[in-house]
């Protein structure tokens, strides 16, 4: 069984740019959660989609925003980058019933220059 | 809102040596509780989780973990590590009356085995 798969693994982007990453979930999952991580703040929470509809979304700034797709994937965007987003974007899959817990992708490395 | 603290931030032990990871979380409502690793430049991996019944969980790797209501706790040991449980551990909770799939983190700690 295939994990979360993530893409790309690593980005560099100029500030004000934009960026788009992707997530395709385990089979079978509908659920898929974004977090943002670094060393000051630690695993802070975007958002979470199920069946293409936005069902959580955390403390972030309306520059985040992401989508789900019908076969599950998920995109994340951030527009008019920031030095601060600067940051490791994890993804996380889960059935989206049920929650015990999430399967995570191994990241996107996101570097602001 | 709940919140998760782990009080060390970081964690030196020797190789063979026992370890204990300490977590609190805030809200005694019902939660399940998790603790993820992190090995260098890659994601979280599940160790263990708390959903209900025994109290005493146990994990991948020789891990444990147990659940206290009481004192809202769940410290994660193991009786003897390895140079490779070097990584950083992370303790979640999940709020069961949320809506949603939604995980809060404790701020991590380090663990560094030496040999």
């Known amino acids: 069984k295939a994990g979360v798969t993530q893409t790309p693994r690593y980005l560099i982007k100029t500030r004000g740019q934009q960026v788009t990453l992707s997530c395709s979930p385990i089979?079978?999952?509908?659920?898929v959660s974004w977090y943002q991580q670094t060393p000051g703040q630690g695993l802070q929470f975007l958002f979470e989609?199920?069946?293409?509809?936005?069902?959580n979304k955390g403390n972030f700034p309306g520059r985040f925003s992401g989508r789900q797709f019908s076969n599950s994937r998920s995109e994340m965007n951030v527009s008019t980058l920031e030095l601060g987003d600067s940051a490791l974007y994890l993804c996380a899959s889960s059935s989206g019933q049920n929650f015990d817990g999430y399967t995570f992708g191994s990241g996107t490395r996101l570097t602001v220059v | 809102a709940q919140s998760v603290t782990q009080l060390d931030s970081q964690v030196p032990v020797f190789e063979e040596a026992p370890v204990e990871l300490r977590c609190n979380y805030s809200s005694s409502v019902s939660v399940y509780l998790f603790w993820y690793v992190q090995y260098p430049n890659q994601g979280l991996q599940l160790l263990l989780k708390?959903?209900?019944?025994?109290?005493l969980v146990k994990g991948i790797n020789g891990f444990e973990a147990e659940f206290n209501k009481s004192q809202t706790s769940f410290h994660l040991r193991k009786p003897s590590v390895h140079i490779s449980d070097t990584a950083e551990y992370f303790c979640a909770v999940s709020d069961l009356k949320a809506a949603g799939n939604k995980l809060t983190f404790g701020g991590g700690t380090r663990v560094l085995v030496k040999p």
């Open positions: 708390y959903l209900s019944g025994s109290t």
């Open positions: 089979s079978g999952h509908r659920s």
């Open positions: 989609y199920f069946s293409e509809t936005q069902r």
